[in-house]
């Protein structure tokens, strides 16, 4: 047993960096607040436009706020938003997915077309569309924006995989000794199509992350100043003043760092439970 686990664990060193970059933003992301020098909230309009020294590491922003603790705080939000949206996406589309897969007929032609019509709009369009029907959108529209169409993905992969599925020896003697419908899809088959759904996950990581920033930099997040987004937005602003040029280097480097990652290991994962590639690699 102890050797199939090392088996299962023998990643690209790429991968193991990846994941590293993701292990890190996720210990950020619960422990920042607490550790963060100041509290984004703390204004100091006598210590604007600050270099980084001593005192505030990365220096402050347009209203005195330091920049490190607004950074620490934003990746708390950023956590928060990325795993609800992606926990609710892969639970939602896998769930559809395989029912679609599994039953077919009718059932797989009416949860398709829906399929169909969300992803024939274009995505941020329609997150944004969703956000901008609140006056002041939160942390709760947002993730509910990010998944209103989030799911698709993960359904049509989830569906490819029960249609053959459905179809092997052990599914279909479990449906000769009487499963029920839901036993079957429950214990039969979505633990056994997750490998490619664990690797969309990833992926999806860092897209939520882009688009909640992308979302913030428009002003259409949570109205708070200390989402990575607005922090882009912020530094961008202030681009060309002197001294202030790096602000915006400060959120577009922790949103690269995060995205890098998750692609890290995203492509490590699949290589190493995507049955093709071992073939080829062995």
């Known amino acids: 047993m102890g050797k199939g686990w090392v088996e299962r664990l023998r990643l690209s060193p790429s991968a193991w960096v990846g994941l590293a970059m993701l292990g890190l933003f996720l210990v950020l992301g619960v422990i920042g607040p607490w550790i963060a020098p ?18 505030h ?4 922003d347009k209203s005195g706020v330091d920049t490190l603790s607004q950074l620490l705080h934003g990746a708390r939000s950023a956590l928060v ?12 589309g896998v769930l559809i997915g395989t029912a679609a897969g599994y ?7 009416v949860l398709m077309r829906i399929v169909d019509i969300l992803q024939a709009f274009p995505g941020i369009l329609l997150n944004i569309a969703v956000v901008a029907t609140v006056a002041e959108p939160g942390l709760g529209v947002l993730i ?25 020896d052990y599914v279909q003697a479990a449906r000769a000794l009487g499963a029920s419908n839901a036993r079957i899809m429950t214990r039969h088959m979505i633990p056994n199509l997750l490998a490619p759904v664990i690797v969309q996950m990833t992926f999806g990581f860092g897209s939520v992350i882009l688009v909640e920033a992308s979302l913030s930099f428009l002003g259409l997040g949570p109205q708070v100043d200390h989402t990575w987004g607005a922090m882009l937005d912020q530094g961008t602003t202030f681009l060309w003043k002197e001294g202030f040029g790096y602000y915006a280097l400060v959120p577009g480097l922790a949103i690269a760092w995060v995205v890098l990652g998750a692609n890290l290991a995203g492509d490590g994962l699949r290589d190493r439970l995507d049955p093709k590639a071992r073939k080829v690699r062995g």
């Open 38 to 55: 100041y509290s984004p909230h703390a204004i100091d309009l006598e210590g604007r436009f600050q270099s980084p020294g001593a005192a």
């Open 81 to 92: 938003v990325s795993l609800t949206v992606v926990t609710i996406c892969a639970t939602t």
């Open 103 to 109: 039953f077919r007929g009718v059932v797989d032609d």
């Open 57 to 60: 590491w990365l220096g402050t």
């Open 144 to 168: 509910a924006a990010l998944c209103i169409n989030g799911w698709v993905g993960y359904a049509r992969v989830a569906r490819g995989q029960a249609l053959s599925l459905r179809e092997r």
